[in-house]
T-cell receptor, first 111, second 114 residues
């Protein structure tokens, strides 16, 4: 069955460091992959989308990579700040415009 | 420009009752998707509405039903509530008309079933 795996353990880092979050998937052929940020009690907020034929995408301090051979995406936040503390969700879509979400990884940035 | 709005924000019901949740999509959006998010889990797809029709449905029982109105707003109805229905219910809007993959979420309705 299709599976999306994100680290269930929280990632703790120091302010100013680069945070790297991982999204692995199996039994899936995504047309694109998205990353969302979710704060407690709020809905997810779209951050970045990367398509199957793209290797890397950047937006300000954010960078996402997509390796369809490894079936993995990495999400990087450079120069992290305490305000970046949140849960980050990976979502895959095979082209139906209905993404399937992972359970998310909690990021905690310490001042 | 108002984003996606959901009502109510919180709701407490007892087992066996019925509930209706409401969603107004972002201006210019024509598609509404509903997701259920249990504590510590990712959002799970319930169904999607486009042009007032259910376009696709996730793995949820028939107790979950919905509707989309001509103004693109939507309702989610859950009958015969179970304790396991307690979750954050998220509405997301998008624009299928222009093949836009990005979802815009509301803040959700927190449903507690006692």
């Amino acid at each position: 069955s299709q599976k999306i795996e994100q680290n269930s353990e929280a990632l703790n880092i120091q302010e100013g460091k680069t945070a790297t979050l991982t999204c692995n998937y199996t039994n899936y052929s995504p047309a694109y992959l998205q990353w969302y940020r979710q704060d407690p009690g709020r809905g997810p907020v779209f951050l970045l989308l990367i398509r199957e034929n793209e290797k890397e995408k950047r937006k300000e301090r954010l960078k996402v990579t997509f390796d369809t051979t490894l079936k993995q995406s990495l999400f990087h936040i450079t120069a992290s700040q305490p305000a970046d503390s949140a849960t980050y969700l990976c979502a895959l879509d095979g082209g139906s415009y209905i993404p399937t979400f992972g359970r998310g990884t909690s990021l905690i940035v310490h001042p | 420009d108002a984003g996606v709005t959901q009502s109510p924000t919180h709701l407490i019901k007892t087992r066996g009752q019925q509930v209706t949740l409401r969603c107004s999509p972002k201006s210019g959006h024509d598609t509404v998707s509903w997701y259920q998010q249990a504590l510590g889990q990712g959002p799970q797809f319930i169904f999607q509405y486009y042009e007032e029709e259910e376009r696709q449905r996730g793995n949820f029982p028939d107790r979950f039903s919905g509707h989309q109105f001509p103004n693109y707003s939507s309702e989610l109805n859950v009958n015969a509530l179970l304790l396991g229905d307690s979750a954050l219910y998220l509405c997301a809007s998008s624009t299928l008309r222009v093949n836009n993959e990005k979802l815009f979420f509301g803040s959700g309705t927190q449903l507690s079933v006692l």
